[in-house]
């Protein structure tokens, strides 16, 4: 698993402000000086807001290893993460990833007029009380971010936590609510509900299950139980041997609210 460079795990981490709105302390900020130091995400554990379901001050090494699975995928969904000291104490860090603002991979639409080609999720009311629909675009780099959202049981699949790059590529980010043993998975991204999943991807995600009982399994284990590593790799498994994207289950909500 490649680590990050020494500057980034060591180099001065100096706060340009905070991200809002962010249901835990999110800051903007720089590692180094000059006008090419990389900008990056901070979030120390010392602002993870306690949860009932997740064990307190885990958040931020979910969050890496939800990019350590990503990495081992080669799918690029996550940017680069990892933990390091900063301002506030310990906490993960992320290369900063800018988006297009004029694309949307998720979005609300009036009621039945989702654009041609992209996948419808449901129905719902708006702010002024309008009809509208949650559907999101119908491409393969959404598509994997899908797969990976599975694999890692994310809880927060929200449509903001969607990062759309000006090369049509897309990547993932949050992910402090993955992993857990039991069926999380809350997501915008049910479009493709019991459709068959790529046999390139899923030939990906019978890899990841074999990785996670060595390499990757051992580089999760700085994060994750080993219980929970397990499980995801029974997710791997039940994934391959299913073949089709899963359908909500159990009686949590299915989708992250807000949606975006």
């Known amino acids: 698993m490649n680590a990050p460079s020494r500057e980034l795990a060591e180099g001065e981490l100096s706060l340009q402000g905070r991200i809002m709105p962010a249901s835990n302390a999110t800051f903007l900020g720089v590692v180094g000086e000059g006008e090419d130091a990389p900008k990056v995400v901070y979030k120390p554990i010392s602002g993870e807001r306690p949860l009932w379901d997740f064990p307190h001050g885990t958040l931020a090494g979910r969050e890496v290893a939800a990019y350590l699975v990503s990495e081992a995928s080669g799918w690029d ?9 900063g301002p506030h104490g310990p906490g993960m860090v992320q290369l900063w990833r800018e988006p297009d603002p004029d694309q949307a991979a998720v979005d609300l639409v009036p009621e039945g007029q989702a654009p041609r080609g992209w996948r419808h999720v449901f129905d719902g009311i708006d702010g002024r009380d309008q009809p509208v629909s949650l559907v999101h675009e119908d491409t393969a780099p959404l598509h994997r971010m899908a797969v990976l ?5 994310n809880a927060d699949r929200k449509g903001g936590h969607v990062l759309e790059m000006a090369d049509g590529h897309r990547h993932g980010v949050d992910h402090g609510v993955t992993f857990h043993e039991e069926h999380k998975l809350r997501t915008v991204l049910w479009g493709w509900l019991g459709e068959p999943i790529d046999e390139d991807e899923l030939a990906v995600v019978q890899r990841l299950g074999v990785e996670l009982s060595g390499p990757l399994g051992e580089a999760l284990a700085a994060h994750l139980t080993d219980e929970e590593i397990l499980a995801a790799a029974k997710r791997c498994r039940r994934l391959v041997d299913r073949a089709v994207m899963p359908a909500p289950r159990g009686s949590m909500p299915a989708i992250p609210w807000p949606p975006f």
């Open 77 to 85: 969904v996550v940017p680069p993460t990892w933990l390091r000291d």
């Open 149 to 153: 959202d599975v694999v890692i049981n």
